[in-house]
Every structure is written in structure tokens, then in C-alpha cells.
């Protein structure tokens, strides 16, 4: 039973994966989910303003103008806070989400039953099928929603509908309800595979594998994206790890990986995980928008002592700049200058006779 519930809980609540990965695509999963509430509530609008339009010359649907009105009234508003909503606030994405189902499911109920009550319903049975895959969420809540929506259904057609319409309109609810169930969970499991594996193809392009930093990919991308962001100040702090080629010769591979990782593990938790790059094999680069001159270098002083206190070595370098006076470039040059002349002081003062490159 244990495992049935878990297996239960894992497809309800993170779409057949774990809750790591389901909470590793939620923001993909909110973004796509407003473009879709655009995209379809601008649908609604225009399909009921050609059906409320049609209303006025056509005595078939003339029953439903005001329902289409209202519908489209209320869809409209649901467009216009999922367009305000560029914040990305996912709680007022969710409630503008799950409205929008409901208001459908609400508006096949009313005209399956309200306004034809002698005939069989096949707006609702559509909606059923359909609406539950316009969006991507956990599927606990969209499987809740439909069977509350199915309950609402045969409890107004119990009310209003004609008894020899009643039973088939129940079994086809019922029956089409479970089908859109089934569906709908398998489909969401699927997009989420879909958002999950294009998350770590993109975690895996821009990461470098041995440290987990971001990469020279990610740094140009950093760099090109500081020009448009309206950053007043930046820093740039350009670090070399000393002794690494030495240290794969003598105590080997391992050991210089295993100093990497420290060095890039320290400069993550001084400078931040989103501002570290790793872009070659002994270099790293630490990027600080609006950072105070003192703080950086407090945060460079911490980075060699914790290095020191490993028996590492690390030569750094920085340049801190105005955005809109400055060429990146220019500022990248000259930390990384900066870094070499304390690279060539660092063994000059070792006694060993090494050309450091500038």
C-alpha cells in the first residue's frame, strides 16, 4: 500500500519525477504557462465576441448572448492580469490559470444544462477533453479540478435536465471526465519530461563539469548581457590558481582537480554562484555589479587566506569600472593584467625563474 500511495504521489504531485526535478523546471513551467494563458484567453475572446456577435442574427444561439458576453467579459479581465502579471508572481498565475479552467468548465455546465435541457451535452464533454491540457501544473490540482467540475455538472443536471437526457448525459460525463483524468496526467508528465530535459541540456552547456561554476559559454552570455541590464558599476576580479601544472606532476591529476574545485567552490561563496565562471583550465573570473571597491577586496582577501589554509595558491587581479563610461573589455584586460604582474611577484618571491605571460 506504501508503495501504491508513494507511486500516487509522485504522479499527482511532481508528474512521475522527483520533487528535485520537478522544482528544477518550475520556472520554465510558470513561463510557458503565461504565454499559454495569453495565447488561449485571446482565443476565448475572439470566439465568443464572433458567437455574441452572431447572437443577434441567429435564433439558435440568441439563448447564450449574455452568456457569451459575460464569459468574454470576465476572459478579458483574466488576459489583461496574466499580461500585467510580467513579474512572474506565480500565486497570481495560478489563481488567473485556474480560474480561466473553471470559467470554461462553468461555461460548458451552463450550456449542457441551463439552456438546453432537453438535449444530450457536448460543449462540456469537449471542454473536459481539452481544457486540462492547455496548461502544465502539478496534476493533483487539474485532476481536483476536473472531478469537482464533473460533480457541478451532474448535480445542476439532476436540477435541470430532462430525465431522458439525464442518465446519458451522467455516463458520458462521467466516462469522457475519467478519460480527460487519464490524459491529462500522462500529458503533463510528459511536457515535464520535455521542460526537464532541455533544463539540463542548458545547465550542461553553460556548467563546467569538474567545478560545477558556470563556464566561458556563460561568461561571454554574462558579458554581452551587462550592456543592456543598467548596471552603474562593475567589478571584474580575475583569478589564476597557482602550481596546478606542478601539482598534476607530482601528486597527480586528482589532487589539481581537487584544487580546482576548492578554488572555484570558494569564489561561488564569496562572489555568489551566478557570478563565478570558471574559462580555463587554471582561470577563473568573479563578476560584481554595483560591488563597493572595499568589499571586493575584503572578499579577494578571504578568497587567498582560505586557499593558504589549504596549502593553495591563487593570484587575483580586479578592475572596477562605470558601465556607461566603459568598454567590459577594456576592464576584463586590465584585471586580468593586474592578476599576472601578481602572479610574476608570487614566484619572484619564491625564487623560481618562470615567464608569466602578459
Avoid at 201 to 228: C, F, M, P
Wanted: charged content about 20%.
Amino acid at each position: 500500500m506504501t508503495r501504491f500511495q508513494d507511486f500516487l504521489k509522485k504522479e499527482l504531485l511532481y508528474a512521475g519525477m522527483s520533487a528535485e526535478d520537478y522544482n528544477l523546471i518550475r520556472r520554465d513551467i510558470h513561463e510557458e504557462n503565461r504565454k499559454s494563458m495569453l495565447t488561449f484567453s485571446t482565443i476565448t475572446v475572439a470566439f465568443l465576441l464572433i458567437m455574441f456577435v452572431l447572437s443577434f442574427f441567429s435564433e439558435d444561439v440568441e439563448a447564450n448572448r449574455w452568456v457569451y458576453f459575460s464569459v468574454m467579459l470576465v476572459t478579458a479581465g483574466m488576459f489583461a492580469a496574466a499580461y500585467l502579471n510580467r513579474q512572474g508572481n506565480h500565486g497570481v498565475l495560478l489563481v488567473d490559470i485556474y480560474g480561466f479552467v473553471i470559467l470554461l468548465f462553468s461555461f460548458g455546465i451552463v450550456l449542457g444544462t441551463v439552456t438546453r435541457p432537453d438535449e444530450q451535452t457536448v460543449t462540456f464533454v469537449a471542454l473536459l477533453l481539452t481544457v486540462p491540457l492547455l496548461f502544465t501544473d502539478r496534476p493533483l490540482r487539474m485532476v481536483s479540478c476536473i472531478f469537482l467540475s464533473i460533480l457541478a455538472f451532474i448535480i445542476t443536471a439532476i436540477f435541470v435536465k430532462e430525465d431522458y437526457v439525464l442518465v446519458a448525459d451522467i455516463i458520458d460525463v462521467s466516462v469522457f471526465g475519467t478519460i480527460s483524468v487519464v490524459v491529462c496526467t500522462y500529458m503533463m508528465s510528459l511536457k515535464c519530461q520535455r521542460f526537464l530535459f532541455a533544463r539540463k541540456v542548458a545547465i550542461l552547456s553553460e556548467t563546467d563539469l569538474l567545478t560545477g561554476l558556470r563556464n566561458r559559454n556563460s561568461y561571454q552570455q554574462k558579458l554581452e548581457a551587462y550592456a543592456s541590464m543598467g548596471v552603474q558599476a562593475l567589478a571584474c576580479v580575475y583569478v589564476d590558481v597557482n602550481g596546478l601544472h606542478e601539482m598534476n606532476n607530482t601528486t597527480g591529476h586528482e589532487a589539481g582537480d581537487a584544487m580546482l574545485r576548492f578554488v572555484g567552490k570558494t569564489l561561488q561563496q564569496e562572489f555568489g554562484e551566478k557570478n563565478a565562471f570558471r574559462i580555463g583550465g587554471d582561470e577563473f573570473v568573479a563578476l560584481v555589479a554595483e560591488g563597493k571597491e572595499e568589499v571586493i577586496q575584503e572578499k579577494m582577501n578571504r578568497v587567498q587566506r582560505l586557499a593558504e589554509e589549504k596549502a593553495y595558491h591563487v593570484s587575483m587581479g580586479y578592475a572596477v569600472g562605470n558601465t556607461a563610461q566603459m568598454d567590459i573589455s577594456l576592464l576584463i584586460s586590465t584585471a586580468e593584467k593586474r592578476m599576472y604582474e601578481a602572479k610574476r611577484n608570487f614566484y619572484q618571491q619564491r625564487g623560481v625563474d618562470r615567464r608569466v605571460r602578459t
